[in-house]
């Protein structure tokens, strides 16, 4: 079992940048690969990033790719989402999510997470 709470988030103008944090307690960290997703008002929710449990290999939404980066530290039981350039089609609740003890190539589908926070809103204004 593990708890996971993002913060963060948050109002910024397009262009600007924000950095998630999604903080984890309960088993330990480094048995977890990670993922962020999002859901827009009215949309269903989608894929942004993910990271494999020891870290080093991520996978990225095409939308967010070159932009977003996802990173962990195992120590401090946190992973990350620099968001750089942000558009206002970047709007949306914001939710990470952790799986046991995988060992496949960063997970990019809902379906593949077994833990999920809260979620912290992201507003872009134009």
């Known amino acids: 079992q593990v708890q996971l709470v993002e913060s963060g988030g948050g109002l910024v103008q397009a262009g600007g940048s924000l950095r998630l944090s999604c903080a984890a307690s309960g088993r330990t960290f480094s048995f977890y690969a990670m993922g962020w997703f999002r859901q827009a008002p009215g949309k269903e929710r989608e894929f942004v990033a993910a990271?494999?449990?020891?870290?080093?290999?991520?996978s990225y939404a095409d939308s967010v790719k070159g932009r977003f980066t996802i990173s962990r530290d195992n120590a401090e039981n946190t992973v990350y989402l620099q968001m750089n350039s942000l558009k206002p089609e970047d709007t949306a609740v914001y939710y990470c999510?952790?799986?046991?003890?995988?060992?496949?190539?960063?997970?990019?589908?809902?379906?593949?997470?077994?833990?999920w926070g809260q979620g912290t809103q992201v507003t872009v204004s134009s």
């Open positions: 990271i494999r449990r020891s870290g080093g290999v991520t």
């Open positions: 999510a952790a799986r046991y003890r995988s060992t496949a190539a960063p997970l990019r589908q809902e379906y593949e997470y077994d833990y």
